[in-house]
């Protein structure tokens, strides 16, 4: 029975023709969380104390010229690999200073870590991330190909990233909200774990091709699903890095090493850290037709970032 209270402030809310509901306790099942859930659960509105995000590294990297991994071809798109990789940094800054404009105050840089792109690509490069209301330089490596350039970006995050690190591959268009809701969702959904969660900010059509166990949480703005894979785009933490280095790491013999890909590199972090990614999505895959996200019109999202 409710309370007298409770039975009072009900029947003012239905006067003023509103109703008085009381929510729902959210549980995830431990297993979902490596065996680190909260045990009691949590109400799905609830104001959570979001984590700390001390500073936000952009690591965007690029190669203008190769058109597909492993392939010749053109994308889906029907542009050249430098309009595509141009296309997608413009909107990443376009992102930075939407997330700018909301008042996120947390400090970002970006930084272009380039695989040997030609002077012509490097000066479109530089004028457009002079446009980013952040600090924003280019950084060539010394590493090329895909596996290897990989490893680089990681030995530059735990050399340079103290906390927050949103590894970008060239190809991923982004949302304009991409970049806050990243950011406040990350804060979020940490305090709500109590723990660093990692991030991928795709909706990945793979996803629906098989019907798997996961849950939904809420983050800033839109829900946030717990997947089980990744690519090399995808938002960690430095703590996260060094803990998991050898996974990481891994990476660096992608296409070196024909046995090595994501599934037992990078996701083997995700069999002990949540994972989770955006419905609807924040960034989608130009790479095939096969890997854009459902639900969306990536046209306009391919229009606005127009360079």
Request: with cysteine; aromatic share 10%.
């Amino acid at each position: 029975m409710a309370k007298p209270l409770t039975r009072l402030l009900r029947k003012l809310c239905n006067l003023m023709g509103y109703d008085l509901l009381r929510l729902q306790k959210t549980r995830i099942h431990p297993e979902a969380l490596g065996g680190q859930g909260r045990g009691g659960g949590f109400d799905a509105f609830e104001a959570v104390v979001p984590r700390e995000v001390r500073q936000f590294d952009i690591l965007f990297r690029s190669c203008a010229r190769i058109e597909v991994q492993g392939q010749s071809r053109l994308r889906f798109v029907g542009a050249a690999k430098n309009e595509v990789a141009l296309r997608c940094l413009n909107s990443l800054v376009q992102s930075i200073a939407y997330a700018r404009g909301q008042g996120l105050e947390t400090d970002i840089r970006l930084t272009v870590l380039d695989d040997h792109s030609d002077a012509a690509y490097l000066a479109a490069v530089d004028a457009l991330i002079a446009r980013a209301p952040c600090p924003a330089r280019v950084v060539g490596i010394a590493e090329t190909g895909g596996g290897p350039a990989c490893g680089a970006a990681l030995d530059f995050a735990r050399r340079e990233c103290p906390d927050l690190i949103y590894f970008v591959e060239d190809d991923y268009l982004h949302d304009e909200r991409a970049i806050l809701e990243i950011a406040q969702s990350f804060a979020r959904l940490a305090a709500i774990y109590k723990r660093d969660v990692a991030l991928f900010p795709s909706d990945y059509p793979d996803r629906y091709r098989r019907v798997d166990s996961t849950h939904v949480v809420l983050g800033s703005h839109r829900h946030w699903r717990a997947v089980k894979s990744s690519t090399f785009t995808m938002v960690t933490t430095r703590g996260l890095l060094e803990r998991y280095w050898d996974f990481y790491s891994g990476i660096r013999l992608y296409g070196v090493d024909p046995a090595v890909a994501e599934h037992n590199t990078i996701d083997r972090v995700y069999e002990e850290v949540p994972c989770l990614s955006p419905l609807p999505s924040l960034a989608v895959h130009l790479q095939h037709f096969e890997t854009l996200s459902p639900y969306f019109d990536w046209q306009k999202w391919w229009e606005r970032s127009k360079v």
